[in-house]
């Protein structure tokens, strides 16, 4: 089984990047891989730009990396209510692709967090209900708010109530996928 993760950030130090290799260590036992999306970073979506110099192969690189996949794990870091400009950049030229949806019916864990107390509940609900058109197999979400009180680098998720919410989700994406 092989899990990818990615954060929705281009920050060196993000917390959804945290969350993703945090919630990636309950799946261990698996193939782990968790991306960095300045790997992936590319001019900014533009129609003349797809006209002129085509789709960039870095998309179709990305793209690929989730057809090898079996789950998806996503926390999307919150940009004025919505997907930070470098996640949105991926998903617009991954979404041209031909003949593509996105997340290529893949399982998602879809989670989202941020410093404030509504945890990216914006980001996670724009995600939500955008993601499963292009393809995402939804299995649940999770937001952590306030996650500079909730959560330690070396102890992960500190809040026992969160922690149990988290849990019995990746259990139930664990039963769902007979992992
Ligand atoms: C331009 C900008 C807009 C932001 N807008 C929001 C927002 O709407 N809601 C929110 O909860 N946090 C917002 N934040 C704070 C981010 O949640 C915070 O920077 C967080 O660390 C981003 O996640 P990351 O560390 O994974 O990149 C914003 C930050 C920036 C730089």
């Given amino acids: 089984m092989k899990i990818l993760g990615f954060a ?12 993703v290799r945090y919630v990636s260590s309950y799946f261990s036992e698996h193939e782990v891989e968790v991306l960095d999306l300045n790997d992936y970073e590319m001019p900014i979506y533009s129609m003349d730009r797809e006209r002129d110099d085509g789709i960039p192969l870095l998309a179709y690189a990305f793209a690929q990396k989730i057809d090898e996949c079996d789950l998806l794990i996503v926390s999307l870091a919150e940009n ?3 997907y930070s400009a470098a996640f949105k950049n991926i998903f617009d030229w991954v979404s041209r692709i031909p003949q593509r949806k996105v997340f290529g019916e893949k399982p998602m864990l879809l989670m989202a967090t941020s410093p404030g107390p509504r945890g990216g509940a914006s980001v996670l609900e724009l995600a939500k209900a955008r993601f499963p058109r292009n393809g995402a197999e939804i299995t649940d979400t999770f937001s952590l708010p306030a996650f ?3 959560f330690d680098d070396a102890k992960g998720i500190v809040s026992i109530e969160l922690r149990l919410q988290l849990e019995s989700k990746i259990k139930s994406v664990k039963e769902r996928l007979q992992i």
Avoid: C, T
């Avoid at 929705?8 to 969350?19: A, M, P, Q, T």
């Fill in 8 to 19: 929705g950030s281009n920050s060196s130090e993000s917390i959804n990047r945290k969350l």
């Fill in 80 to 82: 004025n209510s919505a």
């Fill in 148 to 150: 500079y009180e909730n």
